[in-house]
């Protein structure tokens, strides 16, 4: 319980003809013995607001960017009415900063027996489960002097997915896999390695796609088509070590690296192919495996949008031990992690042969726009400094993709928005030279 403001100035401004004219205690009792009164009443009239019962519904879930509107309920069994400021408490980063006093405060009035509803709108700013706090509420009497406040816990999660800003890309690559697998009127000849059917020979194909014996049996030459085999198997595995957590903008290096992974699952699904994901670092942090084609992108985005990088270097071994039990027979392992090169020739590149003799292994790495510009960077003594630094990890990482490739793997290196696309267009080249 408390004061209100209006109680305050009630008392000061009754007071100050008693301090002017006549100062003393009888005087400022003779005033504020009728607001003491007045208070009692009106605390005594505020409806109680322990009694209160409040439940929520709404959104469980919302993407990184978008709203989530959650709707409490609040039922008041007293038999006064309810004139309440209510405070809906959640995580700082449910809000945009400098929004969440207009979003989590409202005014409610509830007559005796009846209910009412409230929505706070969230817009969260993080991935991840965003759990609702306390619920406090300031019930006020009939003249606004007196107030009762308590706080009641109603819990709620709402689940912010990643934002797959690259599905913009998906109905280019989809045209492009329809190419691929000869369902359009392009046809993209020589590509692919399982048959797909035969038609009459056009000039410019390939004469060692003709079919002599169907040709021996029908008046025109016949040649084969080809489309990219189906029911592949894709491993796509993302490292949450520390380096995932390095910032390239304003978003993680994870969340670069999870947003093609999306794209590249969704692509991946609608060719025929099975997706499975492993997160690991030093341990397993997320698994999906065996999910049909309908469900394998909702499973990705729900189970992602709780990891986070963590702050312990990566277990190289320990990984290809687990991509390996993931995948037991030949597979497309698609790695997303860094190109840094202490990390690549210390833990990954005396391992990776145990991957590559089995599987096409594909590795992808969120590139720091930055680091390009300040390589080629020229001007004053300062920027000199730094473009010598920002050169010298360019050579290091050119290196290392260097060393990769020796090894028989791709590597696609792109800042955060173009390594979706250009993951996709390495998936797709891949398939187009039967190479999954």
Known sequence: MALTGRAALLAALGSLPVGIWDPSWTGIL?????????????????????????????????????????????????????????????????????????????????????????????????RGDRQADRVTIRSFGPLGLFTRQGTHRVPWTVRVLPPFTSR??????????????????????????????????VPGDDTRSIDWRATARQSAVAVRTWRPERDRHILLVLDTGRTSAGRVGDAPRLDASMDAALL??????????RVDLLAYDRRVRALVQGRTVGDVLPSLVNTMAALEPELVETDARGLTATALRSAPRRSLIVLLTTLDAAPIEEGLLPVLPQLTQRHTVLVASVADPYISRMA?????????????????????????????????????????????????????????????
């Open 168 to 201: 913009k890309h998906l109905p280019s690559k989809l045209s492009r896999l329809r190419e691929l697998d000869g369902r359009t009127s392009v046809l993209t000849r020589g590509e692919g390695t399982e048959f797909d059917s035969l038609r009459e020979y």
């Open 264 to 273: 590249l699952a969704a692509l991946a699904s609608r060719a025929g192919d």
């Open 376 to 436: 080629k960077a020229r001007g004053n003594t300062d920027a000199v400094y730094e473009a010598a630094a920002a050169a010298q990890a360019q050579g290091e990482r050119d290196r290392t993709v260097e060393q990769l490739r020796r090894h028989g793997v791709s590597v696609v290196d792109a800042v955060p928005d173009e390594l979706a696309p250009a993951l996709a267009d390495a998936y797709l080249e891949l398939k187009a030279a039967g190479r999954l």
């Open 30 to 126: 003779a005033v504020n013995g009728p607001l003491a009164v007045a208070c009692a009443c009106d605390f005594a009239l505020a409806a109680p607001v322990r009694r209160l019962r409040l439940t929520r519904s709404g959104d469980t879930s919302a993407r990184l960017g978008d709203t989530a509107d959650v709707t409490l309920t609040v039922t008041n069994p007293s038999n006064r009415p309810l004139r309440a400021h209510l405070r809906d408490a959640w995580p700082p980063s449910s809000w945009q900063r400098g929004t969440e006093t207009a979003a989590s405060r409202h005014h409610l009035t509830v007559p005796a027996g009846e209910r009412r509803r409230v929505t706070t709108r969230l817009r969260p700013t993080r």
